[in-house]
């Protein structure tokens, strides 16, 4: 007998703008309706996020947003940030590591991320899925719990890991299917990414697995290919999977170590 996987939801915040030339020369990828108000700047495409968070609202659902501070003007989203925690959405880092004193940056990323947003990160993901033991390292030394930059291929696993490391512990929780894999690096179509999706689960559900970790980046929610989102939140709802963000996972990990 399979037991199904807790969905966890997840977003990455990589950009919130882009220049019309850029749109537009992207246009393929976009209905022509959303093309023409973003250039008559009725509309932003590259700006999902409160949509995102009225879809998920609809079904009670509650994702990981995962925000930088490095890769635009954090400044600009400091009302939806707020926003986003009033309505009860978790707010995570989406570091960016630098090879030149990664410490400091990474120190200096945390610092700015609590003063502009006034939210202590307790989870974080890095930009491009960049980690190894030495970040996640620096993590435990900033007081992460947890971190979700490991595809679950590279980790032979869908559960969640607890790397315990000679200066503390932090768990991970593995990405078992991106956006930008399925349609920026294999070129699936979407009928394709979807039943790739759905294969995956039952893969993962056959094995008992606990958790299955989905991303896309709130920028692709419009966009050819990341818009099966929806289809796809709406289809496990109907399934009656159970569904979480990652911090709320992490509390249940939490309770079940406490009474073992």
Do not use: W
């Amino acid at each position: 007998m399979t037991t199904k996987p807790t969905i966890i939801l997840t977003h990455d915040v990589d950009s919130i703008r882009r220049p019309i030339l850029h749109v537009l020369k992207r246009r393929k990828r976009f209905k022509l309706m959303d093309i023409v108000k973003h250039v008559l700047r009725i509309d932003n495409l590259y700006d999902n996020i409160i949509r995102i968070v009225d879809f998920e609202d609809s079904y009670n659902l509650r994702s990981t947003f995962f925000i930088p501070v490095m890769l635009f003007s954090a400044e600009e989203i400091i009302d939806t940030v707020k926003s986003l925690v009033n309505r009860g959405f978790e707010v995570a880092l989406h570091s960016v590591i630098e090879n030149i004193q990664m410490r400091a940056l990474l120190r200096m990323q945390v610092e700015i991320f609590r003063s502009l947003f006034r939210v202590e990160p307790k989870g974080v993901r890095t930009h491009y899925l960049k980690i190894n033991t030495s970040i996640l390292r620096e993590y435990v030394r900033l007081g992460f719990l947890y971190d979700s930059s490991f595809r679950i291929e590279e980790l032979g696993t869908s559960n969640p890991q607890r790397f315990k490391l000679d200066n503390g512990e932090i768990i991970e929780l593995p990405i078992a299917v991106m956006d930008t894999d399925m349609f920026g690096r294999f070129h699936m179509s979407e009928r394709t990414a979807f039943k790739y999706i759905l294969s995956k689960l039952r893969e993962i559900s056959s094995r008992n697995s606990r958790i299955f970790v989905v991303l896309f980046h709130q920028e692709s929610y419009r966009m050819k290919g990341g818009r099966i989102y929806r289809k796809l939140v709406e289809y496990l709802y109907e399934k009656d999977y159970n569904f979480s963000n990652c911090m709320e996972y992490i509390k249940s990990l939490t309770k079940v170590k406490a009474s073992t």
